[in-house]
Nanobody, 115 residues
Framework: QVQLVESGGGSVQAGGSLRLSCAAS????????MGWYRQAPGKQREFVAR?????NYADSVKGRFTISRDNAKMTVYLQMNSLKPEDTADYYC???????????WGQGTRVTVSS
């Protein structure tokens, strides 16, 4: 049973930093693309970053956010620097297993950036 558990959210002032973590279980982590999405109040969920065969970022976070992964710990991270109020959202971890297919989501962690 695949499980993704995010942590690291919280409240921070603009310009600050946070690091989100997503611990995975029940999957072959090294054979998954791992991503981060976010959903702000009243808005649709949007792509933030992905680590797979390549690493990709949304234009809105390029140069400020960094995705990384530790396959041994089965954990993916999102380092968020120079945070802006518009980064306020619930952040969700996504797993895309290459060999077995399917899409898996974590429960989300809230990030609040105040001006």
């Amino acid at each position: 049973q695949v499980q993704l558990v995010e942590s690291g959210g919280g409240s921070v002032q603009a310009g600050g930093s946070l690091r989100l973590s997503c611990a995975a279980s029940g999957m072959i982590f090294s054979q998954c693309a791992m991503g981060w999405y976010r959903q702000a109040p009243g808005k649709q969920r949007e792509f933030v970053a992905r680590s797979g065969y390549t690493t990709n970022y949304a234009d809105s976070v390029k140069g400020r956010f960094t995705i990384s992964r530790d396959n041994a710990k089965m954990t993916v991270y999102l380092q968020m620097n120079s945070l802006k109020p518009e980064d306020t959202a619930d952040y969700y971890c996504q797993a895309l297993p290459w060999t077995t297919g399917g899409t898996y989501w974590g429960q989300g962690t809230r990030v609040t950036v105040s001006s």
